[in-house]
């Protein structure tokens, strides 16, 4: 069949084509502006900014909109809140010193969820508004009169052009990155230091600034050129004796003395946990730093003139340290001078910390160079004592001997039951026979060894994928050799003899927090919590110990006053119960005829006796001992109990 065209049909499609083709403009004129090539009114291009790419991925969109509002209500139309950099704004510079950067692993993870949640993701990646730009930007010409006629919309039309360029993806560069909250790096660490000072003078320091606690005053006695040295046995070490001296010999005030400590300790837990900051990153070193400085009794041995916190943050440096030495050969030096002061705090506990870098250095090759080091530092460290042990005791077997039998015999015991006992009080559990203070306040004591298995099998995990994992191993087998004689050969306890297991413990806990908390909000925000009760939990323990130490170093002073005024003054000499502190506190010399600090016997009293003042000091009912029957009895006020005997006045008849 032959089709017949007319002279109307070819005008009807004509006119027809037409109009499609002005249709199909007007849906594409969106675009992008056509360029053309006849300009009878020239336009200036607007040039970008210097540095801007004019093509390629990080190029800004040109699209050009027509007919867009470009007055205040356009402008308030489509102003989108951005809540969370507000909020993280204001967060910095209200806490930014203290709370913000305390607990930066927390708030990090919850702002970064935030932020996740506030932005749109499309098959892409993350969407945004796309910006507006001046039309003809990025033409080369002008438009003629029917183009421009084809690109006006309605209302409607340009409202969803307007919805799809908000959520059109914008092309891969920087300014499509998902925000992500900066806090100020290297600060957190800072943060808790000054934390853990503001707790001592604030909480620690006030109850403690008159008295010297018992094995305080033995400590210091060594060094006060005001007062006779009291009894210093086997087991101890002068470190401390040296570390207090230059503040002894300027004045004898117990406030300066605390406070002294108190800045020494909080320097001391920045230089620790600083080492680490280049193996474990900022946030982990902080977060490891703030958990231990958060336990009561590291709060409360900061001012105080004990060796076992001390020997805690020298193990931390020690350690970290070690590591860093294969990379960095100063770290060797200063890992030398670590082992000497912790030798000079206490030589037990640095052949316990020695002994697992010894053997790593003996292993593993690139940690060989560091056994002259290791050697040379604990050598140094331990001169003193070794010295000491032969002009006192008569050889180091000699005074490892007595050593041990003045700890009650140094043999194999399970001592995890008197350790958990003591762990919220009392400050020395010999024998542990008292009630449990606060167990429902111990489950992170029973926690930490899972908490250090796991962190253990994480780095076991990442080992066979390439990671280091002896920042994990190293320290927890350091932390498990420094338990070992609390643990396993101890028949008593007391908290402040596991400062270095928590303090090298804290490391690895850290991490594996860290580590868990990263990638999800939910568990990051329920981890912030348990660190934040964890905290607030140790405030009860902290107030009820530091008042139960105030008391008890406020009877030392009462009775001092009381001796006194008997006439007990310097010289003179005290001996039985709490002869030590008290001594100190009268200034007068103490000694004992039985028990541990036994350094005298009861004629070598009697001699004494006829020279200077002398008291026998008895606690409760018990009586005098028998060279001191027939001596006065003069009741102490104010001590709950204690007795006086003083012996008669020397030159009388007795």
Not at 147 to 167: F, H, I, L, P, V
Not at 314 to 333: D, I, Q, Y
Not at 408 to 437: D, E, I, K, Q
Request: hydrophobic share 45%; with cysteine.
């Amino acid at each position: 069949m032959t089709a017949h065209v007319t002279d109307e049909d070819t005008a009807a499609d004509t006119a027809a084509t037409a109009a499609g083709g002005a249709a199909r403009a007007a849906s594409t004129a969106t675009t992008a502006a056509i360029p053309v090539t006849v300009a009878p009114v020239p336009v200036t291009a607007v040039a970008p900014p210097a540095g801007t790419p004019t093509a390629g991925p990080g190029a800004p969109p040109t699209r050009v909109r027509p007919g867009r509002r470009r007055g205040w209500a356009g402008t308030l139309r489509r102003w989108r809140p951005t809540p969370w950099p507000a909020l993280r704004a204001t967060a910095e510079q209200t806490f930014r010193a203290t709370l913000l950067t305390a607990f930066r692993p927390t708030l990090l993870t919850v702002a970064t969820a935030g932020a996740a949640a506030g932005v749109a993701v499309g098959p892409s990646g993350p969407t945004t508004a796309a910006p507006a730009h001046a039309p003809g930007a990025g033409s080369t010409g002008t438009k003629t009169g029917a183009e421009t006629g084809a690109e006006t919309k309605t209302g409607a039309e340009t409202e969803a052009e307007n919805r799809t360029a908000r959520t059109a993806p914008l092309p891969p560069g920087p300014a499509t990155a998902p925000w992500r909250p900066r806090f100020p790096q290297g600060r957190g660490l800072e943060a808790v230091s000054l934390l853990y000072l503001l707790v001592q003078l604030t909480l620690v320091v006030p109850h403690l600034a008159h008295v010297l606690g018992w094995d305080e005053t033995v400590y210091v006695s060594q060094v006060d050129p005001r007062t006779p040295a009291a009894f210093f046995s086997a087991p101890r070490s002068r470190g401390i004796s040296v570390l207090v001296s230059p503040v002894l010999a300027v004045t004898d005030s117990v406030l300066a003395l605390r406070i002294a400590l108190a800045l020494l300790s909080t320097a001391a837990l920045y230089a620790a946990y600083r080492v680490w900051r280049p193996l474990l990153g900022p946030v982990t070193t902080a977060l490891a730093a703030l958990v231990f400085s958060g336990l009561w009794i590291a709060q409360i041995s900061g001012p105080e003139a004990m060796p076992n916190l001390w020997v805690a943050l020298g193990a931390v440096a020690a350690t970290g340290l070690f590591l860093r030495a294969p990379r960095e050969p100063n770290a060797r030096w200063w890992l030398a001078a670590c082992l000497a002061g912790v030798a000079l705090m206490r030589v037990p506990d640095a052949a316990w910390l020695g002994l697992p870098l010894l053997a790593t250095a003996g292993c593993v090759r690139s940690h060989r160079r560091t056994l002259p080091y290791l050697l040379g530092g604990l050598a140094v460290g331990a001169t003193q004592w070794t010295v000491e042990a032969y002009s006192r005791f008569g050889g180091v077997p000699q005074r490892l001997h007595v050593s041990g039998a003045t700890e009650g015999g140094m043999h194999p015991h399970l001592n995890f039951y008197n350790a958990w006992r003591s762990l919220n009080g009392p400050a020395l559990c010999r024998p542990c026979s008292g009630p449990v203070h606060h167990p429902e306040l111990t489950l992170w004591w029973l926690a930490l060894p899972l908490l250090a298995l796991a962190a253990l099998a994480v780095a076991l995990r990442e080992r066979r994928t390439g990671s280091p994992a002896d920042r994990t191993l190293v320290p927890l087998a350091v932390a498990v050799c420094l338990s070992v004689p609390y643990l396993f050969l101890l028949s008593y306890s007391a908290p402040r003899f596991l400062l270095p297991a928590y303090a090298l413990l804290a490391l690895p806990v850290g991490g594996l927090l860290t580590r868990a908390a990263r990638p999800r909000p939910a568990l990051a925000v329920t981890v912030g919590c348990l660190v934040a009760l964890q905290l607030v939990a140790q405030y009860p323990v902290l107030h009820r110990m530091t008042a139960q130490v105030a008391s008890l170093d406020q009877r030392y002073r009462v009775a001092a006053d009381d001796l006194n005024a008997l006439g007990l003054r310097a010289p003179c000499l005290l001996v039985g119960s709490h002869a030590q502190p008290v001594g100190y506190d009268a200034g007068c010399a103490s000694a004992a005829t039985k028990g541990n600090n036994r350094n005298t016997t009861p004629s070598s009293v009697l001699r004494r006796a006829e020279r200077m003042p002398t008291a026998v000091l008895t606690t409760g009912a018990r009586r005098p001992p028998h060279y001191a029957r027939d001596w006065t009895r003069h009741p102490l006020p104010g001590t709950d109990g204690w007795t006086a005997w003083l012996a008669p006045a020397p030159g009388t008849s007795r």
